[in-house]
């Protein structure tokens, strides 16, 4: 679900004239690795068409999601690597990329992804939603399930605190 709002998030800096859809990733966070900043905009990463890989598909993933994180530490870590492809030539989904404009948004605006995340949903009128702590108890909470040997099941416990 945070991708919806991380999208909303970057179109309304790009609608206050605070960011260029079409500018490189480079501009805004010059730290990441140079030549796949220098190559894929904003705009690209929004519509999963930066080449960007994508986290899930890692053998390890199920660990990585278990253990408490920063989004700099994860796209640090494990959004960094080289671009699969020419950005605009395909279409291939990514967490990563969405890592990466939630971590753009904090830096364009100052302010936490939660926090802008708050304000987003309070003016849409949306008081259950928002980014919990691992250790919170959240009334309601939406759980995630998986199939298993045929059964569905609970999924396993993932920290959110990476989530863009």
Known sequence: MTKQFTAALVLELAQKGRLNL???LSVYLPEYRRD??????????LGHSAGVPDLVHRSDIMQIVKEPATPQEVI????????????????????????????????VTGETYADGLRRLTARA???????????????????????????????????????F
Do not use: H
């Open 22 to 24: 079409d500018a490189t």
């Open 36 to 45: 796949v900043g220098d190559a894929v905009t904003i705009r690209q990463l």
């Open 76 to 107: 640090s870590k494990y959004c960094s690597n080289a671009i699969e492809f020419t950005p605009s030539t395909q279409f291939k989904y990514s967490n990563c990329g969405y890592l990466i404009l939630g971590a753009l948004y904090e830096r």
């Open 125 to 163: 009128g949306l008081t259950d939603t928002g980014i919990s702590g691992p250790r919170a108890i959240v009334p309601r909470l939406a759980t995630a399930y998986v199939v298993e040997n045929g059964q569905q099941i609970k999924a396993p416990y993932i920290d959110w605190s990476v989530a």
